[in-house]
């Protein structure tokens, strides 16, 4: 591929991205996230703003070795009053040991105006310095022009002055940033299509954000007008809707219109793990929904359209799963029939003949459990032990025997209103001598979690593999509303072990609480027959 | 505007949202949810495919009465070897009592060869009667040309042979789907430029997928080809990456390109209502990052930003929040918010002078119990009783001065497994000689259930009003899931009294029962409220 092939990708997950609500990244976290970036093989890597904040002071004072990408600070343009040499903004970025250095400046006159309050051509001598300043002193310089696509909306003529003032002072990439994310994709193409008449497009790059669902979009519309450097973040983060979405961004450019991104194959394959990864560091809840990468992205419902799926996956399929690191995904529904349920177990690792009669038993028992208000849609870890057990592959590492709860809510003496729930269980594991009934008791902040409690306390000692194991979410449906709260209650309950992996078990009933105890028992057993755990009885307690 | 400038719009959250993983709607919902569109001003509402499954078949035997939009049934081309009038799945359609019809058929030449192995002509002539059908018994035909645009990527005569046919047999809306959504959006714009060359746009459709991330884009880009209806979801719902985002596409479509989409200026500021209630209904967390409608769309983080935002708004954000019904949100204290909570006191019927100091503390009120994880929106009823409280307009009708709750699942003598829930009240009620202490026991299918019988017990004789009111939904939510069990339970519950009415309250405790009580104790108040009961002791047990 040749160079006007060539498209360059900057991540600014670890700048833009930390401006998410809610995200905040630990010096920790940008030295994984970094080399990450660099490992999948993004050009640029914009590590922070040095000078900022401690974090990213701390970061840039001892950056991760990057072997591939160019790490790069990002900060402004100088200030008046300082010359470029003397500001202490460009100082602090041109003393850290970023190699390349990205500068924001005004291009929007009511900006230049307001905000700067400095006459407008004195503007364009703070980005021409800068960006002077930069490469004198050995640095790749890049330049954000901020507000963009608003600004040429106002003032076509002042706003490609200002970025032609960066481009003929030196500057490497001049950005196109659609700052306050409202411009549509046949704007970005007409406007990003006239200043690529001023500018040369393999010079110039994209920054787009989500707020009208189209960052994607209006990055792609700039790339086909010629841009050739895309800004974007992992997932989509950013502030307000986010910033464009490289991991949706990478496979559109390179599988579907065929630019080199500069991504191996090897890389490409990562692109869900990277993803996973960052929601794990930031605790989010991965968006199973998302392009691509998302856990559901290859997901397919339904009996007779499974079928022709497992036929002709690329006419269902409009790429392949595994070039992203993705699979396909057979969701089990009540629309389920046999090869619904066969591609299922596949999936699962369930290796069955599909002319066993015991998979029609186990469609009878996936529709019977269905029927009862069970949803295995989103609780695979429950169909799995449903098809398990049904091979008899899963052995009773414990028994209930019995529980109870208790829940109060009353003034205390001094007038504090409080509650308290207490759990109580009585449960069979295997012991030195046969079947042993252990009795525990525990408090918990509801009547869940002091199950929850109650019942680790009584198998832990005979599974150490549940330490570790903790619940993420927990979420209640009640079927046949009509009846309120005298109908069943549909638990659903997601868990992860020390290792960051998780699963969702479900569990139904008329009470809430025995729903919730079906649901984390399923979670438990899961757990023990996915890490193997025997039923040893010498480790009884 | 003119006829060529009016966009129509067509919701399929109902059918296509049906096959998010994870979602299951029930008639309660699928009714509830068409009002709510019809009352937006969408023109046209797929309630889903009658004959498919029971929840179709009930909702569109007792449909709601929607005054305004096209209420529409989905379902497929006759079978090869039946005749349009003796199809059983086309007779279910057409008695049915919706007024429009959309059937999906095939277009892709390799999807007529394999999955219905006919000869090619034959799909035209199955695709042509469909509508003929449709048409001759007095409704609206719209045919959903399914994988339109891979199929004219492989065979663009052939694809255009299909989409031909239902125009000229008769279809008012000829509906291109990206159903496998890996087009892109400048492919769409080609292919439907193509299109439009045989078929009016004032005919055309578009139904785009999100597994590119481009599926608002793919629509725009359809409309300036030509097209003037567009399907799509709320909040994007829709099986893998979920269909084209209404809630994006209106504002886009309307405030930015000047389209007229039906949808009048109270419309649009219901678009934020609209997005939370479906969440809530569906028991999803919302995505506070989605485009226009997102808690944090219009999010400004602190310092000098911040003032520059309240001097000059518009050069600060893309459009103006409350179009939507969004507010700005920023960490200083805020108009916003007291103009937010005056709009909203209106909306409940609550008349409070502006200038009323009272409406500031209502303000930090509302700020306060949302920080604890209350969620007003989608419980109205609290909100209400919240503002009325604080205006000192509700009696203590009642107070609880404790309960206590017991759960136990065990074996029984005869070897059942047998679950047990028993409340106990304490509730304070006015009586003849002042307040009156009264307890009561009550059993219950659970817990929430047994709370429930034991305080009418109390109440009930005292407050007969009370009687027939019923609880019609529950819903638990986890906030701070990291957590788990350990995390804030926040419950939301509606209930309905014998008149048919309905209200939603919410109640937010780490405690599960609790938080039901409180949600409890609200539904009850408000029905009291709401009933014009007095505090009447001559009535006490």
Request: hydrophobic share 40%; glycine share 18%; no cysteine.
């Given at each position: 591929m040749n160079e006007t092939n060539r498209v360059y990708l900057y991540d600014t997950t670890l700048r833009d991205g930390a401006q998410t609500s809610g995200v905040d990244f630990t010096v920790a976290d940008k030295i994984a996230i970094a080399q990450e970036l660099d490992a999948l093989g993004i050009d640029y890597v914009e590590g922070g703003w040095p000078g900022a904040n401690p974090t990213d002071n701390a970061f840039f004072a001892d950056p991760p070795k990057l072997p591939r990408a160019i790490f790069t600070a990002f900060g402004m343009t100088r200030r008046p009053g300082h010359s470029a040499s003397n500001d202490p903004g460009l100082s602090a970025l041109l003393n850290s040991p970023a190699k390349a250095v990205c500068i924001v400046g005004k291009t929007w006159d009511f900006h230049v105006d307001v905000a700067l309050a400095i006459p407008r051509d004195e503007n364009l001598t703070l980005i021409a310095d800068s960006i002077r300043e930069i490469k004198a002193r050995g640095r790749e310089p890049l330049f954000d022009a901020e507000h963009f696509f608003d600004g040429y909306k106002a003032n076509p003529d002042y706003a490609l002055s200002c970025v032609q003032a960066a481009y003929e002072a030196g500057a490497r990439w001049v950005v196109l940033c659609d700052t306050n994310g409202g411009t549509l994709p046949h704007e970005v193409e007409a406007i990003v299509t006239e200043v690529a008449k001023r500018i040369p497009g393999s010079h110039l790059g994209i920054h787009t954000h989500n707020d009208t669902e189209n960052a994607v979009s209006n990055s792609l519309a700039a790339v086909r007008a010629g841009v050739r450097l895309v800004q974007g973040t992992l997932n989509g983060l950013g502030e307000r809707c986010g910033n464009a979405n490289l991991l949706s961004l990478i496979p559109s450019l390179?599988?579907?219109?065929?630019?080199?991104?500069?991504?191996?194959k090897e890389g490409m394959g990562r692109l869900v793990h990277i993803s996973r990864m960052l929601d794990e560091r930031l605790n989010r809840t991965p968006n199973r929904h998302a392009a691509y990468v998302g856990e559901s992205a290859f997901a397919h419902k339904g009996g007779l359209h499974v079928s022709a799926v497992e036929k002709d996956p690329a006419s269902y399929e409009h790429v392949d799963p595994s070039l992203v690191g993705n699979r396909r995904h057979v969701l089990v529904s009540d629309q389920a029939g046999r090869s619904n349920i066969l591609a299922r177990l596949r999936e699962v690792g369930v290796n069955v003949d599909p002319k066993d009669d015991r998979v029609g038993q186990l469609v009878d028992l996936v529709k019977q459990k269905e029927y009862e208000g069970f949803a295995f849609d989103g609780a695979e870890a429950s169909f799995e032990l449903l098809a398990r057990r049904a091979l008899g592959e899963v052995p009773d590492y414990f028994r209930l025997a019995a529980f109870r709860v208790l829940d109060e809510r009353r003034w205390n003496a001094k007038g504090e209103l409080v509650t308290m729930s207490e759990a109580t269980t009585k449960v069979e594991v295997p012991g030195p001598n046969g079947p042993d009934n252990v009795m525990t008791v525990a408090e918990g902040n509801g009547p869940v979690n002091a199950l929850d409690q109650a019942l680790r306390k009584a198998l832990i000692p005979v599974y150490p593999a549940l330490e570790g194991m903790r619940l993420v979410d927990y979420k209640v449906r009640i079927l046949n509303?009509?009846?309120?709260?005298k109908a069943v209650t549909r638990v659903m309950i997601e868990t992860a072990d020390r290792h960051g992996h998780r699963w969702a078990t479900v569990g139904v009933s008329a009470n809430v609480i025995d729903a919730s105890f079906n649901a984390l028992s399923d979670s438990i057993t899961y757990c023990l027959y996915r890490s193997g755990a025997a039923i040893d009885s010498t480790k009884a307690a």
């Open positions: 390179s599988v579907k219109m065929g630019f080199d991104v500069g991504i191996s509303a009509q009846d309120g709260t």
